[in-house]
């Protein structure tokens, strides 16, 4: 199996440093089993990986539930798949943590609120102030996990 590129992990914390390995072998196909390869190289922080994704999606809930934004379960969905494919994008490229976490966090603000204004009953002034406030939010708690 091609790998895409090495993890090196750091065993006393949850941080993770990417680093590119350019003998790895890059086809459209090695795609099919970036979900496996992200999987085996994060078994290790799996459960923090869970924790961290339910912490942040309850928390994006409370913020609809105030913010007046229905349906919630189009936040529930929208929220989990951006947390998933976050994650899937910051085990799977070869960039540095901070830079990973800004081209990430910012495909997460386009989609959900894509998403939100597209197919929320909410105003869509409400729709993109929650959008803002919660993915803020969530992303200043992730940064100051990362630092202990």
Do not use: H
């Not at 941080?15 to 190289?41: A, G, H, N």
């Not at 409370?62 to 798949?81: D, E």
């Not at 894509?114 to 200043?140: G, H, M, Q």
Request: net charge positive; with cysteine; aromatic share 16%.
């Amino acid at each position: 199996m091609a790998y895409l590129y090495e993890i090196s992990y750091s065993l006393d914390s949850a941080k993770f440093y990417p680093s590119y390995d350019r003998k790895s072998i890059f086809t459209p196909l090695s795609l099919l089993f970036l979900p496996v390869l992200v999987f085996e190289r994060a078994k290790g922080q799996l459960l923090l990986i869970l924790l961290t994704m339910a912490f942040s999606i309850s928390f994006e809930l409370l913020l609809a539930k105030c913010f007046q934004i229905r349906p919630l379960w189009l936040v529930l969905v929208c929220n989990a798949l951006t947390q998933c494919g976050l994650f899937l994008f910051l085990y799977s490229v070869p960039l540095p943590y901070p830079t990973a976490v800004f081209f990430g966090e910012l495909a997460v603000y386009l989609v959900e609120a894509t998403a939100l204004l597209l197919f929320s009953s909410a105003p869509k002034r409400r729709a993109l102030c929650y959008v803002l406030v919660a993915n803020t939010v969530t992303l200043l708690f992730g940064l100051l996990f990362q630092l202990f």
